[in-house]
């Protein structure tokens, strides 16, 4: 019940393209959805969070979408860049009462083709 | 320096001895997190420190790993008798607070066991 499902595991992109990479969970305790972007060799960077009280979050070419009842969320890159080639890793965690450790999805490898 | 740093940064040990990786996170920083990256894996959560709260040692893989945190400050993750299989990037993470805070990741160590 603390796991984070992530798909796909790899992800090729023509430049300009939409990048989408899924996520599900099964704790309805977890209430902070964040994206972590990780480069090699450099430890992972916040990219965008969200909380379940809102159903879309966006951050210039970076949108989460949120589905609260089934229990996922979505990273969607917009005009995918080479630049945005790395390992992207979603994460859930127990906000409340700011206690809560960070539990990973496995990570997805995107690659983004010029 | 302001982010988390980790030491050594890389570190090669015959199988069975002793290792000791150490990290110094963020200055205030309550929470303090331990990951293990096998290779193109994704980010296996160990152990979790929040203030003067008991750890949550539930990651943590065999009783050959452990870890401590002095002064709620710097912490030491400790792996006794490394086996083969050990060999991995070691990622130390600190946030404010925990829980949905952010969490600011070191450049990991690499540790190799031959």
Same mark, same amino acid.
């Given at each position: 019940?603390?796991?984070?499902?992530?798909?796909?595991?790899?992800?090729?992109?023509?430049?300009?393209?939409?990048?989408?990479?899924?996520?599900?969970?099964?704790?309805?305790?977890?209430?902070?959805?964040?994206?972590?972007?990780?480069?090699?060799?450099?430890?992972?960077?916040?990219?965008?969070?969200?909380?379940?009280?809102? *159903?879309?979050?966006?951050?210039?070419?970076? %949108?989460?979408?949120?589905?609260? *009842?089934?229990?996922?969320?979505?990273?969607?890159?917009?005009?995918?860049?080479?630049?945005?080639?790395?390992?992207?890793?979603?994460?859930?965690?127990?906000?409340?009462?700011?206690?809560?450790?960070?539990?990973?999805?496995?990570?997805? %490898?995107?690659?983004?083709?010029? | 320096?302001?982010?988390?740093?980790?030491?050594?940064?890389?570190?090669?040990?015959?199988?069975?001895?002793?290792?000791?990786?150490?990290?110094?996170?963020? *200055?205030?920083?309550?929470?303090?997190?331990?990951?293990?990256?096998?290779?193109?894996?994704?980010?296996?959560?160990?152990?979790?420190?929040?203030?003067?709260?008991?750890?949550?040692?539930?990651?943590?893989?065999?009783?050959?790993?452990?870890?401590?945190?002095?002064?709620?400050?710097?912490?030491?993750?400790?792996?006794?008798?490394?086996?083969?299989?050990?060999?991995?990037?070691?990622?130390?993470?600190?946030?404010?607070?925990?829980?949905?805070?952010?969490?600011?990741?070191?450049?990991?160590?690499?540790?190799?066991?031959?």
């Amino acid at each position: 019940q603390q796991q984070v499902k992530q798909s796909p595991q790899s992800l090729i992109v023509q430049k300009g393209g939409i990048s989408i990479i899924n996520c599900a969970y099964e704790n309805t305790a977890f209430d902070y959805f964040p994206w972590y972007q990780q480069f090699p060799g450099k430890g992972p960077a916040l990219l965008i969070a969200i909380r379940p009280d809102v *159903s879309e979050k966006k951050e210039g070419r970076f %949108t989460i979408s949120f589905n609260k *009842s089934a229990k996922q969320f979505s990273l969607h890159i917009m005009d995918s860049q080479p630049g945005d080639s790395a390992t992207y890793f979603c994460a859930a965690s127990i906000g409340s009462g700011n206690t809560g450790k960070l539990i990973f999805g496995q990570g997805t %490898t995107l690659q983004v083709k010029p | 320096g302001a982010g988390v740093s980790q030491s050594p940064s890389n570190k090669v040990t015959e199988k069975g001895k002793d290792v000791e990786l150490r990290c110094d996170p963020i *200055s205030g920083h309550t929470a303090l997190y331990w990951y293990r990256q096998s290779l193109g894996q994704g980010l296996e959560f160990l152990i979790y420190f929040q203030g003067n709260s008991a750890p949550d040692k539930s990651g943590l893989p065999s009783d050959r790993f452990s870890a401590e945190r002095t002064g709620g400050s710097v912490s030491t993750l400790t792996i006794q008798r490394t086996q083969q299989e050990d060999s991995a990037v070691y990622l130390c993470a600190s946030s404010k607070q925990g829980g949905n805070t952010e969490a600011f990741f070191g450049q990991g160590t690499r540790l190799t066991v031959v």
